[in-house]
């Protein structure tokens, strides 16, 4: 690894020595930044955006909900509950702890209907493109898809089929926002009654298990072709450095080539700057992915126990994270992950 951070930082400076910093390096246009708002910032923004709110407003209900720091460790560990305690009295602390879990529940739902009118239009948009394509005569591209892609497919398919079981658990009156709902406001029931996911939740958790190890696979093998990339990227770099190395660009000939080789480092520095950025964001997005595996396995391992704070606190960190990857998309390109 140093061998190659060393490779990056001689063709930085023989780069800057020349004058040949590439465009690509500076942010895209206004119109490259529109087209971007407009494909990225649609159902991944909202979708990630009503998640990160769910899930602070359930952390939120947690610390309302835990008993009142009787130390000063445990007030600096806890400032919210501190706080709470402070200013709120136990009757409505609890309600309060009630109309959190109900509004982060209300959230969860604006989602399922937000994602059931998604799953609605991508129908209807496919259905019309394939009857056009039909009644034109075209035919249906047969290029074959490579097989991580078909991996990342299969594992975004599965997802859908899990959040499928939890919009059909709310419409059908027995998901969580209904046991939430339907709490006293002057006592607290045990937190696994309160969040103990049963019935067609239940199945949806074990399908979201099955997405979750499709999605780690498909990043597993993105991972490796990010990482033949760089390697060729470096081996190319370090071909291109070795005649400026050893002096040959003072030759006649070689002079006249010097142009084109300083071409070529500088679209090579490109690619492996790219590639490192993905690389860096695929590391983030497996970071997201343990943390909802994290969940959705003790989830269905031990459905009794209470892990409400484990579910708002990995939710809410792969949400934000998911948040500030849309965003440097924004600023500086898609990542395709």
Avoid at 2 to 14: L, Q
Avoid at 70 to 75: D, E, G, L, N, V
Avoid at 284 to 304: G, K, M, N
Wanted: proline share 4%.
């Amino acid at each position: 690894m140093s061998m190659h951070h060393n490779v990056v930082r001689h063709t930085r400076s023989v780069l800057a020595a020349h004058s040949l910093e590439a465009a690509d390096f500076r942010r895209p246009p206004d119109a490259k930044l529109r087209r971007l708002w407009r494909e990225l910032l649609c159902w991944d923004a909202l979708d990630n955006g009503l998640q990160a709110l769910r899930f602070a407003l359930l952390l939120l209900h947690v610390y309302a909900r835990l008993r009142p720091p009787r130390t000063t460790f445990y007030a600096i560990v806890r400032p919210i509950s501190y706080a709470l305690a402070y200013m709120l009295s136990r009757k409505c602390r609890i309600a309060l702890s009630r109309g959190l879990l109900i509004a982060s529940e209300g959230v969860a739902n604006v989602r399922r209907v937000a994602l059931l009118a998604l799953w609605m239009l991508t129908c209807s948009k496919e259905l019309r493109m394939r009857l056009r394509e039909s009644s034109q005569g075209d035919s249906v591209s047969d290029e074959p898809i490579p097989f991580v892609e078909r991996v990342a497919i299969g594992g975004e398919v599965v997802a859908h089929l899990g959040e499928l079981f939890d919009v059909l658990a709310f419409f059908t009156g027995s998901g969580l926002f209904w046991r939430a709902f339907g709490l006293s406001v002057t006592s607290e029931l045990p937190p696994w009654l309160q969040r103990r996911r049963r019935g067609l939740e239940r199945v949806g958790v074990f399908v979201s298990l099955g997405a979750l190890a499709l999605q780690q696979y498909a990043l597993h093998l993105r991972r490796a072709s990010i990482q033949r990339h760089i390697h060729g990227s470096i081996h190319r770099l370090q071909q291109e450095l070795v005649p400026i190395a050893g002096g040959a660009v003072t030759e006649p000939s070689s002079r006249d080539e010097t142009p084109e080789r300083y071409r070529r480092m500088q679209e090579q520095y490109a690619l492996l700057v790219a590639e490192r950025r993905r690389m860096c964001w695929l590391i983030i997005e497996r970071i997201c992915l343990y943390s909802d595996a994290l969940f959705t396995t003790v989830e269905a391992l031990a459905p009794d126990e209470d892990k409400v704070m484990l579910e708002a606190s990995t939710g809410l960190v792969a949400a934000v994270l998911r948040l500030l990857r849309l965003w440097n998309e924004v600023r500086f390109g898609s990542l395709d992950l």
